[in-house]
Nanobody, 118 residues
């Protein structure tokens, strides 16, 4: 029943903005750390931004100041607001949910393509 569904990807010009959303179902949303990862062609998947169940956030240095992660417990969603987009932001973006207890678990969304190009 666990499902993470991303939306909001697309094509945007450099300097533009885009907002990604992830709707979670089948999990106790409040106890999970939520995050966005991305994977560019030929590159490893990297953490972009995370929002822990305890309310702390962290960002990759490459996106700090440009991206903002948020979560809405009422809607069971996590959002990534992206601004001042650069071509190097082009990647497939994945929503992730993580917990350590009772069993260490990762859940992943299907991914959504973000392309930054003029």
């Amino acid at each position: 029943q666990v499902q993470l569904v991303e939306s909001g990807g697309g094509l945007v010009q450099p300097g533009g903005s885009l907002t990604l959303s992830c709707a979670a179902s089948g999990i106790m949303f409040k106890i999970y750390d939520m995050a966005w990862y991305r994977q560019a062609p030929g590159a490893q998947r990297e953490l972009v931004a995370a929002f822990s169940s305890g309310g702390t956030t962290n960002y990759a240095d490459s996106v700090k100041g440009r991206f903002t992660i948020s979560r809405d417990s009422a809607k069971n969603t996590v959002t990534l607001q992206m601004s001042n987009l650069k071509p190097e932001d082009t990647a497939v973006y994945y929503c992730n949910a993580y917990r350590r207890l009772p069993i260490r678990t990762h859940y992943w969304g299907q991914g959504t393509q973000v392309t930054v190009s003029s």
